[in-house]
């Protein structure tokens, strides 16, 4: 499957913990976005990549996070000192284009649970 | 700015019956618009965009959507209900504008389907 993948799926951590999660594109995809969505609403973007640069971050992202894509393909994003409303389903999609207005294939996400 | 609303949160449909979930849009440049749906424990599926070419659009698995710039709406149609389709459905705004580009999920509505 050439989809796009996340790692891991599932994450359960204690407050004030670090946690990294991993989103693999598809492989010729030039944009990389990141998305958080809570339970009974609609994703929220965080941020996103044009290949290795990060162009835009939303104001959601605090500077306790942290995304990068070093060479343009596999990106991670950290939350250090994790609070409990951290708790989501962290998304992951990649297109392939110049902007926004392309398609975007969405990984199967990683839930977050900050006990 | 631009903005996206979906206005029902919940729409329950008996087998056989047509769909209808409904999406309003603002907008200040041409925004590409989208229909995904979210199977529970699945990730995000495209279902359709419009992108300023025919304003009916059709999607997989019988779905439409038809844009009215006029009354700034992108609701999404289906003739025949399907137990299937039972899912989350989230409208979708994006906008390439003068320095970046923007995204925008609605906050979904739940399509329950009645035997």
């Known amino acids: 499957d050439t989809g796009v993948s996340q790692n891991p799926r599932h994450k359960i951590t204690k407050r004030g913990q670090n946690v990294t999660f991993r989103c693999d594109p598809i492989s010729e995809h030039n944009r990389l976005y990141w998305y958080r969505q809570t339970l009974g609403q609609g994703p929220e973007f965080l941020t996103y990549?044009?290949?290795?640069?990060?162009?835009?971050k939303s104001r959601l992202l605090s500077d306790r996070f942290s995304a990068e894509r070093p060479k343009g393909s596999f990106s991670t994003l950290e939350i250090q000192r994790t609070e409990q409303g951290d708790s989501a389903m962290y998304l992951c999609?990649?297109?392939?284009?110049?902007?926004?207005?392309?398609?975007?294939?969405f990984g199967p996400g990683t839930r977050l649970l900050v006990l | 700015a631009q903005s996206v609303t979906q206005l029902d949160s919940h729409v329950s449909v008996s087998e056989g019956t047509p769909v209808l979930l409904r999406c309003n849009y603002s907008?200040?440049?041409?925004?590409?618009l989208f229909w995904y749906v979210q199977h529970p424990n699945k990730g995000l599926q495209l279902l359709l965009k419009?992108?300023?070419?025919?304003?009916l659009v059709k999607g997989i698995n019988g779905f439409e959507a038809e844009f009215k710039k006029s009354e700034t709406s992108f609701h999404l149609t289906k003739p025949s209900a399907h137990m299937s389709d039972a899912a989350e459905y989230f409208c979708?705004?994006?906008?390439?504008?003068?320095?970046?580009?923007?995204?925008?999920f609605g906050k979904g509505t739940r399509l329950h389907i009645l035997p």
């Open positions: 999609a990649s297109s392939f284009g110049s902007h926004t207005g392309e398609t975007q294939y």
């Open positions: 979708v705004v994006s906008e390439r504008g003068n320095r970046d580009d923007k995204i925008i």
């Open positions: 419009y992108t300023s070419a025919a304003t």
């Open positions: 990549f044009q290949n290795e640069a990060q162009l835009e």
């Open positions: 907008s200040s440049y041409s925004p590409s």
